[in-house]
């Protein structure tokens, strides 16, 4: 007994570690291309480039939507590792074609979307090595990882291109992304047990397992499945669509400086590693998963009101707070998914779910610059230069995408509440993934019952 808790104690966080240096080491590379990238993306569409900003990443979130229950279902029938390593390699693929070629840049981001769902197999891989408890924990890691990666890395991309220019944080990010590629290839062990591959190897992948809308039709006929993904999809698309214009409206409308922000990234990403790790296991264990989810929504709601209405720095740097500790819903999300999806799922489910968040990553960027031109919020014109005209005055709303943003969390906090309780799920789930496995041995001596409520469609159809 005390060799099994001194190995979950031990080894098991070894082996999240494996997640935690590939999530980081991609955020950072593309983190490093921060101030680069909008440099290039100016240069390269300088009439409409947040129009083409949105375009390019919604293409970009469409090929991830459409990809994503694929790559899902096939990592759970060929392993984590190989599928991990394609994941990594076309999402960075990108980065050197910053300085080649501008325009092949863009086009291999929009096209890299078929295989950015880095996080849809990491979470796959953190579900196969560990133990349900411990999920939530590990997912908020893997989390607070990807606010680590981005504490520093922007400032350091700034620094580098203010310094020495732009082709050498492209190069330092193409390094750090061949580091990556390297340690998935040669370091990364696979998670997927042996025996489930060996069992799984060759077997067909139905075209309901690949088709994205099946998946879609498969959750309308699942309530809790169905309540987690609308609460994904409302929260998640005013998230996408600020990180497309965020950085650019401080400057632009808040006036920050360039040091301003990178200081501002780095104190929301520290106090995120803080939230996903420290506070996130203790709201887990105190008040539960729903209710950590409910928590994040509501800590989302209020930062993106105060986006909205804030027209003062202070204001930014207090919501930027708040917002650091919205980063706790993906991750409780996350471990309620896995929940409710038995051990030779994971990879479908949370395929799924980075499915619905790749649509959003392509609507949200498109949903936000349609609102700020519905609203005359110039974000195009790309200067550090400071406006001095007297005539210039801040709007009442200087914001209006952050306020629409937080009546869509609204409606998700709505949602999120009749979502069921764990326990309740968990029992559900063992208890049809007993009836499934089982069926072909017991059905002649216990008929199992004809009640299609009795079965969680979603998990059912994705083990065929």
């Given at each position: 007994m005390?060799l099994?808790q001194?190995?979950?104690?031990?080894f098991a966080?070894?082996?999240v570690?494996?997640?935690?240096?590939?999530i980081f080491?991609?955020?950072?590379?593309?983190?490093?291309l921060?101030?680069?990238?909008l440099?290039v993306?100016?240069?390269?569409?300088p009439?409409?480039?947040?129009?083409m900003n949105?375009?390019?990443?919604g293409?970009?979130?469409l090929?991830?939507?459409?990809?994503?229950?694929l790559?899902g279902?096939?990592s759970?029938?060929?392993?984590?590792?190989?599928f991990?390593?394609v994941?990594?390699?076309?999402t960075?693929a990108?980065?050197?074609?910053m300085?080649?070629?501008?325009?092949w840049y863009?086009?291999?981001?929009?096209?890299?979307?078929?295989?950015a769902v880095?996080f849809?197999?990491?979470?796959?891989?953190?579900?196969?090595i560990t133990?349900?408890?411990?999920?939530?924990t590990?997912y908020?890691?893997?989390?607070?990882t990807?606010a680590?990666s981005l504490?520093t890395?922007?400032?350091i991309?700034a620094?580098l291109s203010?310094n020495y220019?732009?082709s050498?944080?492209?190069?330092v990010a193409?390094i750090?992304?061949v580091?990556d590629?390297a340690?998935?290839?040669?370091v990364?062990?696979?998670?997927?047990?042996?025996?489930?591959?060996l069992?799984?190897w060759g077997?067909?992948i139905s075209w309901?397992q690949?088709?994205?809308?099946?998946?879609?039709?498969?959750?309308?006929k699942?309530p809790?499945?169905l309540l987690?993904?609308?609460?994904?999809?409302?929260s998640y698309l005013?998230?996408?669509?600020?990180?497309?214009?965020?950085f650019l409206?401080?400057?632009?409308v808040i006036?920050?400086s360039p040091?301003?922000i990178a200081?501002?990234?780095?104190?929301v990403?520290?106090l995120?590693?803080?939230?996903?790790?420290?506070?996130?296991?203790?709201?887990?264990?105190?008040i539960?998963?729903?209710?950590?989810v409910?928590?994040?929504?509501?800590f989302?709601?209020?930062?993106?009101?105060?986006?909205g209405f804030?027209?003062?720095?202070w204001m930014?740097?207090a919501?930027?707070t708040?917002?650091a500790?919205?980063?706790?819903?993906f991750?409780a999300?996350?471990?309620?998914?896995?929940r409710?999806?038995?051990?030779d799922q994971?990879?479908?489910?949370q395929?799924?779910?980075t499915?619905?968040?790749?649509l959003c990553?392509?609507?949200?960027?498109?949903?936000?610059?349609f609102?700020?031109?519905?609203?005359?919020?110039e974000?195009?014109?790309?200067?550090?230069q400071q406006d001095?005209?007297?005539k210039?005055?801040?709007?009442t709303?200087?914001?209006?995408p952050f306020?629409?943003?937080?009546?869509?969390?609204?409606?998700?906090?709505?949602?999120a509440m009749?979502?069921p309780?764990h326990h309740s799920?968990a029992?559900k789930?063992?208890?049809?993934t007993r009836?499934?496995?089982t069926?072909?041995n017991?059905?002649?001596?216990?008929p199992l019952?004809?009640s299609?409520e009795?079965?969680?469609p979603l998990?059912?159809?994705?083990?065929m």
């Open positions: 005390l099994l001194i190995r979950h104690c031990y966080p070894w082996n570690s494996h997640a935690v240096v590939v080491l991609e955020f950072f590379a593309w983190g490093l921060t101030t680069p990238m440099t993306l100016h240069e390269t569409f009439q409409h480039t947040f129009l949105g375009l390019i990443q293409v970009k979130g090929l991830s939507f459409l990809s994503a229950p790559i279902a096939l759970d029938v060929w392993g984590r590792k190989s991990l390593l994941t990594v390699f076309f960075c990108p980065i050197p074609l300085r080649i070629s501008p325009w863009f086009a291999m981001i929009s096209v890299s979307g078929v295989f880095t849809s197999v990491i979470f796959a891989y953190v579900a196969d133990e349900e408890h411990e999920r939530s590990a908020g890691l893997v989390s607070a990807f680590a504490v890395s922007p400032a991309g620094y203010a220019g732009d050498l944080v492209v190069l193409t750090i992304a580091v590629i340690f998935v290839l040669l990364v062990p696979e998670s997927l047990p042996d025996k489930m591959r069992t799984s077997s067909p309901e690949a088709d994205p809308f099946a998946s879609l039709r498969r959750v309308g699942d809790t499945v987690i993904c609308v609460t994904v999809f409302l005013p998230e996408a669509g600020q990180y497309s214009s965020f409206y401080l400057r632009q006036e920050f040091a301003a200081a501002f990234i780095a104190m990403g520290i995120s590693i803080i939230a996903q790790t420290l506070l996130l296991t203790y709201f887990m264990r105190t539960g998963n729903k209710n950590t409910l928590l994040g929504l509501g989302q709601l209020f930062q993106l009101a105060w986006y804030g027209s003062e720095p930014m740097w919501a930027g708040v917002a500790m919205s980063s706790i819903t991750p999300v996350s471990a309620l998914v896995s409710i999806a038995a051990s994971q990879g479908c489910v395929g799924m779910i499915g619905i968040r790749g990553n392509g609507l949200g960027p498109a949903l936000y610059g609102i700020f031109f519905l609203f005359n919020v974000l195009n014109e790309f200067t550090f001095n005209d007297p210039h005055t801040k709007p709303i200087p914001g209006p306020l629409f943003g937080a009546c869509l969390v609204l409606l998700a906090f709505l949602v009749f979502i309780d799920m029992v789930t063992y208890t049809d009836k499934i496995s069926s072909n017991l059905q002649s001596l216990n019952p004809a299609e009795d079965i969680e998990l059912q159809d994705s083990s």
